[in-house]
Every structure is written in C-alpha cells, then in structure tokens.
C-alpha cells in the first residue's frame, strides 16, 4: 500500500507560514524572533557542562604508575609498593602434603639460611603455620607475629620457598605472601628483598613508597649493608651519580674483597643477582662523574680482580675496537662461563665467524705474529695427505669445522637460557646439517616464546615456507650476528 500525499492545501500553508520551534520548556518561538544558536545541536553539552575531575583522579591521570596495582602470574594482587594485599585462594591441602612429603630433604638442602639453632621440629611448625596463614589470612604484621615475634628470623626460614615452587605448589607465591607480611613487620631484609621486588616489575624508579623510604633509612641510618648497595641502586637510576660515588667510596668499596667463591646468600650484596654488583655500579658513577679514563680503570678492577661478568663483556668489546681477538675471546669466554647470556651469544656469534673465515683462526693468528704464512706442503698427492693427517692429529689448534662445532655448542647454551635470536640460529645451523625436523621444533618452540623483533618478517615467511625444500639455503640473520 503507497503512502498517502499530502494535500496540495496543506503545503502551500506550510511553505507559506514562518517557520515554528518548540522548546522543550515554554512556548513556541518563531524563527525569526528567536535568538541565533551557539550550537546546532542543542542536546549536545557544552565543555563547560561537563563534570569536573578531582584532584585525585586528575594527580593519577597525569602520574598513571601511582597507585596502581599488578598481579602475579598465580593471581596475587600487589600494591603500588610491592606488598600483597590478599592470600592464595588455591586449595591449602595440596601445599601442606607435598611439603609434609619434601620438607627432611628441603630442611637439610637450605639449612644454611636459617637461623642458627632451628631444628627440625620448629622448622616443620614455622612453615606449616606459614603455609595455612597464606591460604586464609591477609599478610599483616599482627598475622606473622601470631606466629613469631622473630619477624627477621621467621622471614630467613621463608627464603626457600621462593626457590621450592618444584616441590610445593604455590611456594613462590607463599613466599611473596610472608615476605610482605614481614615487610609490614618491620624486617629488614624483608624490606629489601620487597624493594628489588618492587624495582624488578615497576617501571617508574621516581617514586617514593614507603618500602623505599624504609629502605633508605635502613641505608643511612642503620647502615645496613643489603640495603645501602640497593639504595646506590636506585640512586644511580635516578642520575644521583654523585650520592652513589659517596656511598659506594665511604661504605661499600672498602669492606668488599675479590674472591672467586661464591658468597653465601645473606652475605651476598647483590641478593642474587637482582641488582648490580657494586664493582659494576663503581665504574657507572664514576663514568658519570670522573670521565672515561676512571671508568676504564673501574672496569678493568672490576673485570680483571672480581670477573664481573658484565665488566668482562665490556672490556672484551674494548678489545674488538682494536682487532685484539685473543684479548676478545679470553675475556669473553670468562663471562659467558659465568652464564651472562650476552656473552653466550656474542661468543657464539665470534666462533661462527671464525668458522666462515671472516675472523682468523688462532692458528693463523699465531703465524701471523711470528711472520709464518701457511704454506701447503709440496709433493705427491700421497704424501700431503699424510701430512695434512698427522696435522689434525698433532695441532692443538682448532679447524674451521671445530670452530663451528664451538659456535653449535654456546647457540644451544643461549638457547637453553631462554634467547630467542640463539633458537632462531640454532634451528637454521640445525637444518644446515641435515636435522630439518630437529631445527623444526627449534624454530616453532622459538616462535610461540618471541623471535627477535628485528629480523625481517619477509624473510621468516619465507623460511617457513620453504623450509623442506632442499634447495633453499638461507643464511643466518645478519642483524643477529653482532659481537657487541
């Protein structure tokens, strides 16, 4: 059915008559009386209409870091300072049982971070109480001392279960838990250790929580020697150069000696490695406040009479400016040892160059130092290939073949030390030699951890295309394969 006309009538009264506007409230008001509008929608309101923020939501919109709250990976939520603020919600059973079953053996293997005079006995009481608390209580300071007025003993007892999450289910986070509840406490090392926490998952180092405000004091007043070492931390980060050399000349430098055993746990300044040694801090202040030459010299302190891992890395690239690769390979072989996984790749990435003849070997490096060029043997066919022989048998120097070998070797270290640009290596050097399901599941376990964002993504799709084509030989990412 078509929608009826208008009459002819109606539309010339219409066109005719001035134009009507009826406001929401009050009379109708012509056209042309009508004040002109600022706006062309009247239902849109004005910037002036609109509610004002306070000074709260404003301080957090421009300082967005403040306040804010992050989980563990388990669920935890953590404060803007480090703290849990709530327990574990999983099932207390499964976590009491596995360490009922484990805790002779966990006792017997952490002993050396309790207390001196803890059994057993008082052992199994503490960390069971520990254990349910976690699981049922919020981690206050009243909840810890319920179980021991000892908060700086009761938080030593609890170092383990931050490395037993193997063992019982949720240790790692148990130990968040009694580290924060000592924290609140008043624990010392507890504040520490929530600091380097704290430091390790927050981005914005200008703040000032209470936990570093305690930190600080426990520095400067107590002299506590834990928290003096991170505080030269935190200075450093915020450009506080000068404050850092004072403190690292007047309370740190002087107490510390080299010594190639490893420090016990708490007597270890850097608390496992979360933060910089103080050798290594040294030669960054006085890189900031003294010039280059002192840094250099801190550096070579630091690498050649502590074997800082970092500080040997540093000096074997001031070996590279100058083409020393004797200077080069020892100091970095030195540091990848220790594990620093820089050095694992850059020493990788040095063998495989050697391997491609684009550094020479150390034998060529030896003939060249004594101004002997290799010069292949004259003769019968027969005769060289005896000599060449009885050369690889009796040369104590590496072939080229050798040198990659080397380079599998530390790609596959790296690799283990979770680096996405050694697994991307490994699985191309793993198909070079004829392993294409081995390199497969190399490159696919590399690709669901993160390839490396700066190789090309052309060239990956190609890769993965054409991967059981024999054909195809791609070579190693050149941006991948830096020595520094």
């Not at 520990?130 to 001392?145: D, E």
């Not at 380079?407 to 283990?416: F, K, Q």
Request: net charge neutral.
């Amino acid at each position: 059915m078509s929608k009826p006309l208008l009459s002819l009538q109606w539309c010339r009264l219409f066109q005719c008559s001035p134009k009507v506007h009826m406001l929401r409230h009050g009379a109708p008001v012509t056209a042309v009386n009508a004040q002109p509008s600022k706006r062309a929608f009247h239902t849109t309101p004005i910037w002036s209409a609109r509610p004002r923020r306070s000074p709260r939501a404003r301080h957090l919109a421009e300082n967005p870091t403040q306040g804010q709250r992050w989980r563990t990976k388990e669920g935890l939520r953590i404060d803007g300072s480090g703290l849990v603020i709530d327990h574990l919600t999983s099932d207390v059973s499964d976590s009491l049982n596995a360490f009922n079953q484990n805790k002779k053996a966990l006792y017997e293997f952490h002993q050396t971070l309790m207390p001196p005079g803890i059994n057993l006995e008082t052992f199994d009481r503490v960390i069971q109480e520990i254990i349910v608390s976690a699981h049922s209580k919020l981690p206050t300071a009243n909840t810890i001392r319920a179980i021991s007025v000892d908060v700086d003993a009761l938080f030593r007892m609890s170092l383990f279960l931050g490395l037993s999450d193997a063992y019982i289910p949720k240790a790692h986070n148990i130990f968040i838990w009694a580290q924060s509840a000592c924290a609140r406490a008043g624990s010392r090392r507890a504040i520490v250790h929530t600091v380097s926490y704290y430091l390790r998952h927050h981005s914005d180092i200008q703040l000032n929580t209470e936990c570093i405000a305690q930190l600080k004091d426990l520095a400067l007043h107590d002299e506590f020697p834990p928290a003096i070492t991170l505080y030269i931390q935190i200075l450093l980060w915020r450009g506080d150069y000068a404050g850092a050399v004072d403190l690292l000349k007047n309370k740190i430098v002087p107490y510390t000696k080299p010594s190639l055993v490893p420090p016990h746990p708490l007597e270890d300044l850097t608390l496992g490695g979360s933060i910089d040694p103080p050798v290594r801090m040294a030669s960054l202040a006085l890189s900031q406040t003294h010039g280059l030459e002192d840094m250099k010299a801190a550096m070579m302190h630091a690498a050649i009479e502590y074997h800082d891992p970092v500080a040997l890395t540093d000096l074997a690239i001031l070996f590279l400016e100058t083409s020393d690769w004797d200077g080069y390979e020892s100091n970095m072989s030195i540091a990848a040892v220790t594990g620093h996984l820089p050095a694992c790749l850059y020493l990788a990435n040095f063998y495989y160059k050697i391997s491609q003849g684009e550094i020479p070997t150390l034998a060529e490096r030896r003939a060249a130092e004594s101004g002997e060029a290799e010069n292949p043997g004259k003769g019968p066919s027969w005769v060289q290939s005896i000599v060449k022989w009885a050369d690889g048998k009796i040369n104590p120097f590496f072939s080229r073949e050798d040198y990659r070998k080397h380079a599998i070797d530390w790609y596959e270290l790296a690799w283990e030390m979770g680096d996405g640009a050694a697994g991307l290596i490994l699985a191309i050097l793993l198909r070079q030699d004829g392993l294409v399901d081995a390199g497969r599941a190399v490159y696919t376990l590399a690709k669901e951890r993160g390839l490396p964002a700066n190789v090309p993504r052309k060239g990956l799709v190609e890769l993965e295309d054409r991967w059981d084509d024999v054909s195809f030989e791609p070579g190693l990412p050149p941006k991948l394969m830096a020595l520094k």
